[in-house]
């Protein structure tokens, strides 16, 4: 176990996200067996991660508030970085919301459950968005490992989720976190309010509390915005309320799916050059794909038959040290995406293209006019965006 880091310090990973659900569950004194087999069980995985035993566990996902973004923030997120113990995790590849989603809620990486990216291309071949489920995909189909919540149903035991109602029955929590009771709550103060009604029934064991601000504030104004700390600011402040109300005898932990990147409009602050590129404006670029998919930081090229190999040695030239570009061998290889369900092999792009520095791959012919003005991004295999906290509060 790493000592916990002192905020703005560099962290070395305690463990990974997809172990939280599965050590709060065992830090509630219930034995299930990790995903990877019997031998690892989620009692163990508590313990690696130093979470204390208790009666019951809430666990918070902050969407969006990477170890690096809390730390270097630390002066409005008191309650975050000064109580009880901050560690950091390493989350899964594309540093996504799917994909992480499903690490949290099943101990899986993309390459196992499918969530592999903001889009992807489905086997028929349309651009595939794993938040909406835009072309009518069934998430149970899709990706069909159990998650935690139904673990612990099939034990006998409770938990709760609460989040927006919107999320009730969406295909994403479908796909990645079935199995537990879903109270809807849309405000923080509400959803804290909700989690500590239900830690206060005797039956429930686990409470998981969603909260997506900060990322989408992330996104729109940039980390390093005044809108940004205020939605920190905001959040640290209930979550303080959280933990000071919580019954006796509840273990609190706060993480996140992944960090985020500002990026510039305009000049790149590392090379020549602007920060973003469009494929559209880019005939190299464009040349042999069919379709470009994944987001700016992590992206998935479908290149033509047989041009695999020459769409990666162009984006390679172009891109040079702004960005690993590498064929789908290569990412299967070096276990990016974990271990690989043959039924989402062809899912992978024929190209993956991970951003460095301040680099974003724009295509403006099939992304909305909105979205190429998002500041903050995130996808890659930058510490900035892999990197995200563990705050343990023991009650």
Known sequence: MSAPAAPGTAAEPAGTLGQVLW????????????????????????????????RKAVVVLVDGLGW???????????FLTSTGRLDALTCAFPSTTATNLGYFGTGRAGGETGLLGYTVREPR????????WNTGADPLAWQRRPTVFERLEEADRSAVSVGPWRFAS??????????????????????????????????????????????????????????????????????ARLARLLPLGTTMVV???????DIPHGPSTHVAGPARVDVADRPDLAADVDLVAGEPRAVHLYSRP????????????????RARVLSRAEVIEAGLLGPVDPR?????????????????VHDSRTQTAASLTLVGMHGSITAAERTVPLVVLEG
């Open 306 to 321: 047989g041009a695999a190999e020459q769409v990666r040695e162009v984006w390679a030239d172009a891109l040079g040290d």
């Open 23 to 54: 050590g709060a569950v065992g830090a509630c004194g219930i034995d299930l067996a990790m995903p990877d087999g019997a031998a690892t069980s989620s009692m163990d995985v508590a313990a690696a991660l130093g979470l204390p035993q208790a």
């Open 344 to 360: 989402f092999t062809e899912v992978i792009g024929d190209v993956v293209v991970a951003a460095l520095g301040d680099l974003a």
């Open 170 to 239: 969406s295909p994403l929590t479908r796909a990645a976190l079935r199995g537990s009771e879903f109270l809807p709550a849309e405000t923080l103060p509400e959803r804290v309010d909700t989690a500590l009604g239900a830690l206060r029934e005797v039956d429930v064991d686990l409470v998981y509390l969603y909260w997506g601000d900060v990322d989408s504030t992330g996104h729109h104004e940039g980390w390093r915005s005044g809108e940004w700390a205020d939605a920190l600011a905001h959040t640290d402040a209930e979550l």
């Open 125 to 132: 071949g349309r651009l595939m968005n794993m938040i909406s």
């Open 255 to 261: 993480t996140a799916d992944h960090g985020m990147v």
């Open 68 to 78: 690096h973004n809390l730390t270097d923030r630390a002066d409005v997120a008191p």
